[in-house]
Protein backbone atom coordinates (compact mmCIF):
# COMPACT_ATOMS: atom_id res chain seq x y z
CA UNK A 1 0.00 0.00 0.00
CA UNK A 2 1.31 3.24 -0.92
CA UNK A 3 2.04 5.91 1.57
CA UNK A 4 -0.19 8.22 0.15
CA UNK A 5 -2.72 5.79 0.15
CA UNK A 6 -2.22 5.67 3.68
CA UNK A 7 -2.30 9.18 4.09
CA UNK A 8 -5.55 9.70 2.05
CA UNK A 9 -6.83 6.66 4.92
CA UNK A 10 -5.55 8.66 7.71
CA UNK A 11 -6.96 11.80 7.06
CA UNK A 12 -10.21 10.83 5.54
CA UNK A 13 -10.82 9.16 9.16
CA UNK A 14 -10.03 11.60 11.61
CA UNK A 15 -12.11 14.30 9.00
CA UNK A 16 -15.31 11.84 9.10
CA UNK A 17 -14.90 11.67 13.43
CA UNK A 18 -14.09 14.83 13.81
CA UNK A 19 -16.89 16.22 11.41
CA UNK A 20 -19.56 13.86 13.22
CA UNK A 21 -18.13 13.74 16.67
CA UNK A 22 -21.71 15.86 17.62
CA UNK A 23 -23.93 12.73 16.50
CA UNK A 24 -21.82 10.34 18.14
CA UNK A 25 -21.71 12.37 21.50
CA UNK A 26 -25.91 12.84 21.19
CA UNK A 27 -26.68 9.17 20.66
CA UNK A 28 -24.00 8.47 23.61
CA UNK A 29 -26.64 10.74 25.97
CA UNK A 30 -29.00 8.68 24.76
CA UNK A 31 -27.92 5.56 25.94
CA UNK A 32 -24.35 5.91 27.88
CA UNK A 33 -22.52 8.73 29.73
CA UNK A 34 -22.52 11.22 26.41
CA UNK A 35 -18.72 10.92 25.76
CA UNK A 36 -18.46 8.74 22.67
CA UNK A 37 -17.79 11.76 20.37
CA UNK A 38 -15.64 13.50 22.87
CA UNK A 39 -13.33 10.46 23.46
CA UNK A 40 -13.44 9.55 19.46
CA UNK A 41 -12.38 13.38 18.77
CA UNK A 42 -9.58 13.43 22.03
CA UNK A 43 -8.10 9.85 19.88
CA UNK A 44 -8.33 10.95 16.43
CA UNK A 45 -6.99 14.54 16.84
CA UNK A 46 -4.13 12.83 18.29
CA UNK A 47 -3.04 10.67 15.40
CA UNK A 48 -4.01 13.62 12.97
CA UNK A 49 -0.97 14.86 15.28
CA UNK A 50 1.38 12.17 14.36
CA UNK A 51 -0.02 11.23 10.94
CA UNK A 52 3.31 12.33 9.23
CA UNK A 53 5.27 9.67 11.22
CA UNK A 54 2.47 7.06 11.51
CA UNK A 55 1.85 6.80 7.73
CA UNK A 56 5.60 6.43 7.13
CA UNK A 57 5.31 3.11 8.61
CA UNK A 58 4.30 -0.26 6.60
CA UNK A 59 1.04 -0.52 7.27
CA UNK A 60 0.99 -3.08 9.66
CA UNK A 61 3.52 -0.98 11.95
CA UNK A 62 1.02 2.63 10.86
CA UNK A 63 -2.01 0.70 12.07
CA UNK A 64 -0.21 -0.72 15.82
CA UNK A 65 1.12 2.93 16.59
CA UNK A 66 -2.50 4.58 15.80
CA UNK A 67 -3.74 1.53 18.08
CA UNK A 68 -1.43 2.11 20.36
CA UNK A 69 -2.17 5.76 20.43
CA UNK A 70 -5.98 5.22 20.51
CA UNK A 71 -5.15 3.09 23.77
CA UNK A 72 -3.39 5.96 25.22
CA UNK A 73 -5.37 8.88 24.46
CA UNK A 74 -9.42 7.68 24.98
CA UNK A 75 -10.34 6.93 28.55
CA UNK A 76 -13.65 5.31 27.76
CA UNK A 77 -14.32 1.84 26.54
CA UNK A 78 -14.05 2.70 23.18
CA UNK A 79 -10.31 3.46 23.02
CA UNK A 80 -8.67 -0.04 24.20
CA UNK A 81 -11.76 -2.11 22.37
CA UNK A 82 -10.67 0.37 18.58
CA UNK A 83 -6.87 0.20 20.12
CA UNK A 84 -6.96 -3.20 20.63
CA UNK A 85 -8.85 -3.82 17.25
CA UNK A 86 -6.10 -1.42 15.10
CA UNK A 87 -3.07 -2.96 17.17
CA UNK A 88 -3.93 -6.81 16.11
CA UNK A 89 -4.85 -5.75 12.70
CA UNK A 90 -1.58 -4.27 12.38
CA UNK A 91 0.00 -7.64 13.73
CA UNK A 92 -1.82 -9.71 11.28
CA UNK A 93 -0.87 -7.28 8.59
CA UNK A 94 2.70 -9.07 7.87
CA UNK A 95 2.99 -7.75 4.48
CA UNK A 96 1.30 -4.89 2.58
CA UNK A 97 -1.99 -5.97 2.01
CA UNK A 98 -2.91 -6.30 -1.59
CA UNK A 99 -6.19 -8.65 -1.88
CA UNK A 100 -9.66 -8.28 -0.28
CA UNK A 101 -8.28 -11.80 1.50
CA UNK A 102 -5.63 -9.85 2.71
CA UNK A 103 -7.91 -7.07 4.35
CA UNK A 104 -10.04 -9.83 5.47
CA UNK A 105 -7.36 -11.76 7.51
CA UNK A 106 -6.29 -9.07 9.18
CA UNK A 107 -9.46 -7.51 10.49
CA UNK A 108 -10.85 -10.81 11.07
CA UNK A 109 -7.92 -10.71 13.82
CA UNK A 110 -8.85 -7.16 14.57
CA UNK A 111 -12.65 -8.29 15.18
CA UNK A 112 -11.12 -11.29 17.55
CA UNK A 113 -9.43 -8.80 19.46
CA UNK A 114 -12.46 -6.60 20.21
CA UNK A 115 -14.61 -9.77 21.22
CA UNK A 116 -11.71 -11.02 23.47
CA UNK A 117 -11.29 -7.84 25.15
CA UNK A 118 -14.71 -7.00 25.38
CA UNK A 119 -16.48 -9.85 26.56
CA UNK A 120 -18.50 -9.95 23.89
CA UNK A 121 -20.18 -10.89 20.17
CA UNK A 122 -22.39 -9.62 17.90
CA UNK A 123 -26.20 -9.07 19.23
CA UNK A 124 -24.80 -7.26 22.55
CA UNK A 125 -25.48 -3.79 20.70
CA UNK A 126 -21.77 -2.86 20.04
CA UNK A 127 -19.38 -1.91 17.61
CA UNK A 128 -19.00 -5.55 16.88
CA UNK A 129 -22.66 -5.49 15.51
CA UNK A 130 -21.03 -3.34 12.44
CA UNK A 131 -17.99 -5.02 12.69
CA UNK A 132 -18.69 -8.70 12.71
CA UNK A 133 -20.91 -8.07 9.32
CA UNK A 134 -18.49 -5.85 7.71
CA UNK A 135 -16.02 -8.86 8.02
CA UNK A 136 -18.57 -11.23 7.16
CA UNK A 137 -19.31 -9.28 3.74
CA UNK A 138 -15.87 -9.00 2.85
CA UNK A 139 -14.50 -12.62 3.69
CA UNK A 140 -16.10 -14.05 0.95
CA UNK A 141 -15.91 -13.50 -2.88
CA UNK A 142 -17.74 -10.36 -3.78
CA UNK A 143 -17.79 -8.55 -7.22
CA UNK A 144 -17.99 -5.14 -4.98
CA UNK A 145 -16.36 -5.83 -1.49
CA UNK A 146 -16.15 -1.80 -0.88
CA UNK A 147 -20.22 -1.32 -1.26
CA UNK A 148 -20.80 -5.06 0.55
CA UNK A 149 -19.07 -3.54 3.72
CA UNK A 150 -20.36 -0.06 3.43
CA UNK A 151 -24.09 -1.65 3.32
CA UNK A 152 -23.04 -4.72 6.14
CA UNK A 153 -21.94 -1.79 8.02
CA UNK A 154 -24.91 0.47 7.33
CA UNK A 155 -27.63 -2.25 7.92
CA UNK A 156 -25.12 -3.47 11.21
CA UNK A 157 -25.76 -0.07 12.28
CA UNK A 158 -30.00 -0.03 11.93
CA UNK A 159 -29.99 -2.85 13.34
CA UNK A 160 -28.95 -2.42 17.03
CA UNK A 161 -31.53 0.09 17.07
CA UNK A 162 -33.56 -2.77 18.42
CA UNK A 163 -31.42 -4.42 20.41
CA UNK A 164 -30.87 -4.83 23.95
CA UNK A 165 -27.81 -3.67 25.08
CA UNK A 166 -25.80 -6.10 27.17
CA UNK A 167 -22.32 -4.78 27.25
CA UNK A 168 -20.93 -1.50 28.09
CA UNK A 169 -22.65 1.90 29.93
CA UNK A 170 -26.01 1.32 27.87
CA UNK A 171 -26.32 -2.19 29.65
CA UNK A 172 -27.36 -0.47 32.45
CA UNK A 173 -30.34 1.12 30.89
CA UNK A 174 -31.88 -2.68 30.25
CA UNK A 175 -34.84 -2.29 28.39
CA UNK A 176 -34.63 1.58 28.16
CA UNK A 177 -31.73 0.73 25.76
CA UNK A 178 -34.03 -0.17 23.15
CA UNK A 179 -35.09 2.16 20.14
CA UNK A 180 -31.51 4.03 20.46
CA UNK A 181 -28.27 3.34 17.83
CA UNK A 182 -25.40 2.38 19.55
CA UNK A 183 -23.25 5.33 19.38
CA UNK A 184 -20.02 2.77 19.02
CA UNK A 185 -21.78 1.16 15.95
CA UNK A 186 -22.07 4.44 14.08
CA UNK A 187 -18.37 5.16 14.65
CA UNK A 188 -17.62 1.91 13.46
CA UNK A 189 -19.65 2.56 10.63
CA UNK A 190 -18.34 5.88 10.16
CA UNK A 191 -14.40 4.39 10.03
CA UNK A 192 -15.76 1.71 7.52
CA UNK A 193 -16.99 4.09 4.98
CA UNK A 194 -14.11 6.44 5.29
CA UNK A 195 -11.91 3.61 4.65
CA UNK A 196 -14.03 2.26 1.48
CA UNK A 197 -14.46 6.03 -0.17
CA UNK A 198 -10.83 6.29 -0.05
CA UNK A 199 -10.24 2.92 -1.21
CA UNK A 200 -12.83 3.24 -4.48
CA UNK A 201 -11.35 6.89 -5.27
CA UNK A 202 -15.07 8.26 -3.98
CA UNK A 203 -13.28 10.76 -1.15
P1 LIG B 1 -17.69 4.58 27.65
O1 LIG B 1 -18.76 3.54 27.49
O2 LIG B 1 -16.61 4.16 28.59
O3 LIG B 1 -18.25 5.93 27.95
P2 LIG B 1 -17.48 5.31 24.87
O4 LIG B 1 -18.70 6.12 25.11
O5 LIG B 1 -16.36 6.02 24.19
O6 LIG B 1 -16.96 4.67 26.21
O7 LIG B 1 -17.83 4.06 23.95
C1 LIG B 1 -19.07 3.40 24.07
C2 LIG B 1 -19.16 2.35 22.98
O8 LIG B 1 -18.20 1.32 23.21
C3 LIG B 1 -20.49 1.63 22.96
O9 LIG B 1 -21.44 2.35 22.18
C4 LIG B 1 -20.17 0.27 22.36
O10 LIG B 1 -20.27 0.27 20.95
C5 LIG B 1 -18.71 0.09 22.72
N1 LIG B 1 -18.57 -0.91 23.78
C6 LIG B 1 -18.73 -0.74 25.11
N2 LIG B 1 -18.48 -1.89 25.78
C7 LIG B 1 -18.19 -2.82 24.83
C8 LIG B 1 -17.83 -4.21 24.86
N3 LIG B 1 -17.73 -4.89 26.02
N4 LIG B 1 -17.57 -4.82 23.68
C9 LIG B 1 -17.64 -4.15 22.51
N5 LIG B 1 -17.96 -2.84 22.43
C10 LIG B 1 -18.24 -2.18 23.56
MG1 LIG C 1 -19.54 6.96 26.76
Known sequence: MAPELMRAICDEVVT????????????????????????????FEAIAAQAEEICGLPPGAALQKAGMTLVMKIGGASGPLYGSMFIAMGKAMTAPPD???????????????VKKRGKSQAGEKTMLDVMVPVLAAID??????????RQAADRGLEATKDMLATKGRASF?????IGHLDPGARSSALLVHAVCDVLEGRA
Open 140 to 149: QPTDDPLNAA
Open 173 to 177: LGERS
Open 99 to 113: SQEDLAASLAEGVEA
Open 16 to 43: RILANADELTDLDQAIGDGDHGINMKRG
